[in-house]
Nanobody, 115 residues
Framework: QVQLVESGGGLVQAGGSLRLSCAAS????????MGWYRQAPGKQRELVGS???????AYAESVKGRFTISRDNAKNTVYLQMNSLKAEDTAVYYC?????????WGQGTQVTVSS
């Protein structure tokens, strides 16, 4: 199991930016693919984007061009830079391995975008 701790969320106005961080620890931390997920109220959790250990990224269409995922393998940390935030980006954001394969979830970090 990989333990995950997300941080960096908050309240921001539409058009603003936030940077989320995710610290990973535990067994098998040399994980190939890490991802950021989000869950809005009343909706299913969705994968926002992912990054391989080599740095290749992929994004959901809804965030492409606005969000950027990066990682520091030496620090076992994954980041999500979110720019041009919209009200519909409001959600609890989580990081996890991709696919999750039953790995547990962290507490997430709340992002609220006011319009």
């Amino acid at each position: 199991q990989v333990q995950l701790v997300e941080s960096g969320g908050g309240l921001v106005q539409a058009g603003g930016s936030l940077r989320l961080s995710c610290a990973a620890s535990g067994s098998n931390i040399l994980i190939n693919v890490m991802g950021w997920y989000r869950q809005a109220p009343g909706k299913q959790r969705e994968l926002v984007g992912s990054i391989t250990r080599a740095g290749s990224t992929a994004y959901a269409e809804s965030v492409k061009g606005r969000f950027t995922i990066s990682r520091d393998n030496a620090k076992n940390t994954v980041y999500l830079q979110m720019n041009s935030l919209k009200a519909e980006d409001t959600a609890v954001y989580y990081c996890n391995v991709v696919p999750t394969g039953g790995n547990g979830w962290g507490q997430g970090t709340q992002v609220t975008v006011s319009s």
